[in-house]
C-alpha cells in the first residue's frame, strides 16, 4: 500500500475502548453423561484412569479426534467428616487429598491457624455450616470460556429409585446470584449458591474456575444411591467403600441435566480516522493518471475525486499493523470531510 | 513476592512460519478432506454436524441434535457497544438478546463459467433494443483486477493476452477458504489431480512458482508441460481454463449437458457444483478429482529468559514451608500485630545416609513462574512439568515460551 503521509491519532480524542459480553448456551443432558455411547458404567464417551482419582466426560467417544473434552468428575470428603476412619473405607487418603485439594484451590486458608478451609453452604465463609461431603463437577475451558454467567446455572439430579433415577429430580438452581450480586470472591473467584426448588443450599459454582460443588444432602435420604450385584447402598456408604470411580458412576447415572451460560469478554479498540477536506482527494493507484493526466479531471480547474477502500493503521516506527477494508469504496473531494470508525476486537 | 523486572535481552520475539498441509478428493458429489473418514453419531448423521469435507469452525457441537441433545448456540445482549450478531436489527431494543447458530462451516466450491464474461440482457420495451445488463458470472468480473495485477508475474493471468481472452473463455473456478490456508497458499505446493476410472489421466503443478499450472503428468499425456490455469496464492482461487482432452472417452461432467472428454475445465465436478449422478449422469461416477496444498502459518513466538539468580527466590509461601506447630503471632493487641520474625524453615535437604538427618540448607522448589505486566496485573503463569529444585548457591534461567 503506498502511503506517502500519515494522519496522527490523537490518543485523547481519536481512540477509545469498549467491552462486550458474548455468551453461549451450553445444554449437557444426561444423555450424553451415560448411556449414550455403550452400556453403563463403561461407555466410550468415559475415560477412566489407573490412579482412579477423576472421571473424565467426553461428548462422543474420546478416540475419536471429534470428542470434546466436557467436564471431569470426582469426589471427597474432609478429614474431619463422619465418613472418615469409617470401616471398610477405600482410597480414604485419596478421597481427602481431593477435597483439600478443591477447597485449598478455590478458598486458600484460614487465618491464623493455616488450615484448609472447607466449603461451606453459604456465603460468608465464617467456618459455619461445613459442606464436608462434595462431588465435584470440574467443566471445561472450552465450555466456560472466561467464565460461567452468574444465575445461569441449572443442575437436574435424579432422585428415584436406581432403577428409575428420574421418577422423581432436584434441580439446583443458582437462583440468587447474578452480575451484582449473590455471590462470594474468594482464592478461586466468585462463587454462588446452588438451591433446590425448597430452598436448601445444596452446592455451590464456581464462576470464573468453572467448577461446581454438590453436596451430598441432595441425595441423604435415598437407600440405594447405587446399586450393584452385591446390594444397594447409599451415599454414604458410596463415599466409604466405593471406588472414586465407582462414586462417579453412581452420580453420572443420576445427572438428567447440567445447563449454563458461559461468557466471553470481547474488547474492542476503535480508532476514529478523520479525513479532512482537503486531504486524500488523490490517489496513488496507478489506474488513477492515464497518460499523466488524472483521468476524473478534464480541465485543470475541476476538482479532483478520489474513492477511499483501504485504511491502514501503522505504528510510530509506520510499520504497517492493521488494514481495515470499507465494503464499498467511499468518494471523497475536498467538498467533504469524513471519519472512518475502524473497529477492531480482540 | 518481589517481582523482577526482565532486562533488554531477555525477552525475544520470533516468528514461527508453519506450512500446514490440506488435501480434498472429490467423487460422487462428496468431498472428503484430509481423507478423513465419515463419522456417525448416536444423535445426528454426522458427528461434527457439517458435510463431508467441510471444516467447523468451533468444533463443540460434536454429535448434536434438536430436541434430544441440543445445539450450544451464541447470544448477547443488544448493547450500547455496537456489538452484533448475524441477524442483529438496528429497531431492537436495548437489552435484546441477538443469538446466532452454531456450527459455522466452510469447504471448497468448484463453479463451472461456460462462458466467463457473459452478460444478461434485457430488452428496452419503448425501443424493444437489446441490452447487456448484470454479468452472468460475477465472481469472473470481480476478478478480473486482481488477475490483471498478477500480470506482471506471468503472461497467463491476464485476462487479455497473447494466450486469449479469459472473458471469452470456459473457466473452471475453484474457490478455497482461508481457514484452509491461513495467509496465502505455499507457491510451490499445489497439486490437482484427474482420475477417470480410477486412473491417473493428468497432474498440475505449479513448479515455477509464479502460479502457472503446468500439466506434468503422467508422462506422455496430451498436453504434458502445458498451462492449464494459474493459482491466486493470496486470495485462495485457483481457475482453470485447459480444454484439451485429457481422454478419448466421454463421460457426463456437466449438469444438464451431454457427454464431454474429461479435461481441466471439467477438474472438480462435484464440489458444491450441482454435478451428481442426478444432473449429469450415471457416468459421473467415472470421474474422481483431487487437490492438495500447503497453506502459509505465521505464528509470533516470544521467548522469556526468567532468571532465578543465586541468593534470590530463596523462600517459598506455601504454609508447610514452615515447621508446623509455630506460632505465627508474636504479639498483637489493639496498638500492635508483631509476627514471630524466629519461626524455623522445615528442613527438607536430603541425606545421604538412612535415619540421619542432613544439616539444614536452604532451598526451595519452583514450581511455577508468573508473568506481570508494568501494571503488575498478573497476565500469565508458566507452570513446570516437574518442580526444580533451586539451592541458595545456584543460578537457574526459565525459558518461557509463548506462541501468539
Not at chain 1, 309 to 315: E, F
Request: glycine fraction near 8%.
Amino acid at each position: 500500500m503506498a502511503v506517502t503521509n500519515y494522519e496522527i491519532l490523537d490518543l485523547t480524542q481519536d481512540v477509545t475502548t469498549t467491552r462486550t459480553l458474548l455468551h453461549e448456551s451450553i445444554p449437557l443432558t444426561g444423555t450424553i453423561i451415560s448411556g449414550t455411547y455403550g452400556t453403563f458404567p463403561s461407555e466410550d464417551n468415559i475415560k477412566n484412569y489407573t490412579h482412579g482419582q477423576f472421571q473424565s466426560v467426553y461428548d462422543y467417544p474420546y478416540l475419536s479426534s471429534s470428542a470434546n473434552h466436557i467436564f471431569d468428575i470426582s469426589i471427597g470428603y474432609d478429614e474431619a467428616s463422619p465418613l472418615s476412619g469409617s470401616p471398610g473405607v477405600t482410597l480414604e487418603a485419596k478421597k481427602i487429598n481431593m477435597y483439600n485439594q478443591f477447597s485449598q484451590v478455590l478458598l486458600g486458608y484460614t487465618g491464623s491457624t493455616n488450615t484448609v478451609r472447607k466449603f461451606e453452604l453459604d456465603l460468608t465463609l465464617d467456618e459455619v455450616g461445613a459442606m464436608q461431603e462434595s462431588f465435584f463437577l470440574n467443566f471445561s475451558r472450552l465450555i466456560t470460556k472466561d467464565q460461567i454467567k452468574k444465575g445461569s446455572v441449572s443442575i437436574t439430579l435424579g432422585t428415584g429409585s436406581w432403577a428409575t433415577p428420574f421418577a422423581g429430580t432436584k434441580v439446583l438452581t443458582d437462583v440468587s446470584a447474578s452480575d451484582t450480586g449473590g455471590t462470594t470472591n474468594t482464592f478461586g473467584g466468585d462463587y454462588g449458591l446452588l438451591y433446590s426448588s425448597d430452598n436448601v443450599v445444596r452446592g455451590l459454582v464456581f464462576y470464573q474456575a468453572g467448577i461446581a460443588v454438590l453436596s451430598t444432602s441432595s441425595f441423604d435420604v435415598m437407600t440405594d444411591f447405587l446399586s450393584e450385584s452385591a446390594g444397594t447402598k447409599s451415599v454414604a456408604q458410596v463415599f466409604v467403600s466405593s471406588s472414586i470411580t465407582g462414586a462417579c458412576d453412581a452420580l453420572r447415572h443420576r445427572v438428567q441435566n447440567i445447563s449454563f451460560n458461559n461468557t466471553t469478554e470481547i474488547n474492542s479498540t476503535i480508532y476514529f480516522c478523520r479525513v479532512p477536506h482537503n486531504k486524500y482527494n488523490h490517489s496513488s493507484n496507478p489506474t488513477y493518471l492515464s497518460a499523466s493526466t488524472i483521468r476524473v479531471k478534464n480541465v485543470a480547474t475541476d476538482t479532483p475525486v478520489a474513492y477511499i477502500t483501504t485504511i491502514g493503521l501503522y505504528s510510530s516506527q509506520n510499520e504497517l499493523l492493521a488494514v481495515a477494508k470499507l465494503s464499498e469504496p467511499l468518494r471523497k473531494d475536498p467538498t467533504n470531510e469524513i471519519t472512518l470508525r475502524v473497529r477492531l476486537d480482540y | 513476592m518481589s517481582l523482577k523486572k526482565f532486562g533488554e535481552n531477555d525477552i525475544i520475539l520470533n516468528t514461527m512460519r508453519t506450512y500446514p498441509k490440506s488435501e480434498f478428493f472429490i467423487f460422487d458429489s462428496n468431498i472428503y478432506y484430509n481423507d478423513k473418514p465419515s463419522q456417525s453419531g448416536a444423535f445426528s448423521a454426522q458427528a461434527d454436524n457439517v458435510p463431508s469435507g467441510h471444516i467447523s469452525l468451533h468444533e463443540i457441537n460434536t454429535d448434536r441434535a434438536d430436541g434430544t441433545n441440543p445445539f450450544i448456540y451464541p447470544f448477547t445482549y443488544k448493547q450500547s457497544s455496537g456489538f452484533a450478531l448475524s441477524g442483529s436489527k438496528t429497531t431492537d431494543a436495548y437489552g435484546t438478546v441477538i443469538s446466532g447458530s452454531y456450527p459455522l462451516s466452510a469447504s471448497i466450491t468448484r463453479e463451472f463459467m461456460a462462458t466467463a464474461g457473459q452478460r444478461n440482457t434485457a430488452t428496452n420495451p419503448d425501443t424493444g433494443l437489446t441490452f447487456q445488463t448484470t454479468p452472468v458470472y460475477p465472481h469472473f468480473y470481480a476478478l478480473k483486477n486482481r488477475l490483471n495485477f498478477y500480470g506482471a508475474i506471468s503472461e497467463h493471468y491476464k485476462v487479455s493476452s497473447s494466450y486469449g481472452d479469459k472473458a471469452n473463455q470456459t473457466i473452471n473456478l475453484t474457490s478455497i477458504p482461508s481457514i484452509f490456508y491461513g495467509q496465502k497458499i505455499n507457491p510451490g505446493s499445489v497439486r490437482l489431480d484427474w482420475y477417470f476410472t480410477g486412473s491417473l489421466i493428468g497432474t498440475l503443478e505449479d513448479t515455477k512458482q509464479n502460479g502457472e499450472l503446468i500439466q506434468t503428468g503422467p508422462v506422455g499425456s496430451t498436453g504434458s508441460g502445458s498451462v492449464a490455469g494459474v493459482v491466486l496464492y493470496n486470495e485462495g482461487f485457483i481457475l482453470l481454463t485447459g480444454s484439451w482432452a485429457l481422454s478419448s472417452q466421454t463421460i457426463s461432467l456437466e449438469a444438464g449437458a451431454g457427454p464431454k472428454n474429461p479435461s481441466w475445465i471439467y477438474w472438480g465436478a462435484g464440489a458444491h457444483d450441482n454435478v451428481s449422478t442426478s444432473t449429469a449422469g450415471a457416468s459421473y461416477l467415472t470421474a474422481s478429482s483431487r487437490l492438495s496444498f500447503e497453506g502459509t502459518n505465521d505464528i509470533q513466538v516470544m521467548t522469556m529468559f526468567a532468571h532465578a539468580r543465586r541468593g534470590e527466590v530463596n523462600y517459598s509461601n506455601n504454609p508447610t514451608y514452615i515447621e508446623y506447630n509455630q506460632s505465627l503471632v508474636e504479639q498483637t493487641s489493639s496498638q500492635i500485630y508483631l509476627e514471630n520474625n524466629s519461626r524455623r524453615i522445615y528442613n527438607f535437604a536430603s541425606s545421604s545416609y538412612t535415619d540421619y538427618s542432613a544439616s539444614f540448607e536452604r532451598q526451595v522448589y519452583v514450581s511455577r513462574v508468573a508473568i506481570y505486566d508494568d501494571k503488575q496485573n498478573l497476565i500469565g503463569v508458566a507452570t513446570l512439568s516437574n518442580p526444580v529444585r533451586k539451592k541458595e548457591d545456584e543460578d537457574l534461567t526459565f525459558k518461557l515460551k509463548l506462541d501468539i
